[in-house]
Nanobody, 116 residues
Framework: QVQLVESGGGLVQPGGSLRLSCAAS????????MRWYRQAPGKERELVAF????????NYADSVKGRFTISRDNVKNTMYLQMNSLKPEDTAVYYC?????????WGQGTQVTVSS
């Protein structure tokens, strides 16, 4: 059974940093590309960052390029999102995602609030 568990969210001041983690289980993590999404109140869920499976190539939304870094540890079956220079507009619930067997799997999300 696929399970994704996010952690690491919280309240941070503008300009601060957070590191999110997504612990994965129930599938062969190293063989799957993984994604971070976020959803702000009243807005649609949007793709933030994407990392390929073994090679680790990455892609980012324009709004986070140069500030966020996605990474993965295929031994620990964990994906990360290092978020630096945080802005109030980064406030959202952050979700990890995997597409497997023709469907999306989601974690429960972790809240990130950027405010002074």
């Amino acid at each position: 059974q696929v399970q994704l568990v996010e952690s690491g969210g919280g309240l941070v001041q503008p300009g601060g940093s957070l590191r999110l983690s997504c612990a994965a289980s129930g599938f062969d993590f190293e063989n799957y590309s993984m994604r971070w999404y976020r959803q702000a109140p009243g807005k649609e869920r949007e793709l933030v960052a994407f990392i390929f499976s073994r090679g680790g190539s990455t892609n980012y939304a324009d709004s986070v390029k140069g500030r966020f870094t996605i990474s993965r540890d295929n031994v620990k079956n964990t994906m990360y999102l290092q978020m630096n220079s945080l802005k109030p507009e980064d406030t959202a619930v952050y979700y990890c995602n995997v597409w497997r067997n023709n469907r999306d799997y989601w974690g429960q999300g972790t809240q990130v609030t950027v405010s002074s």
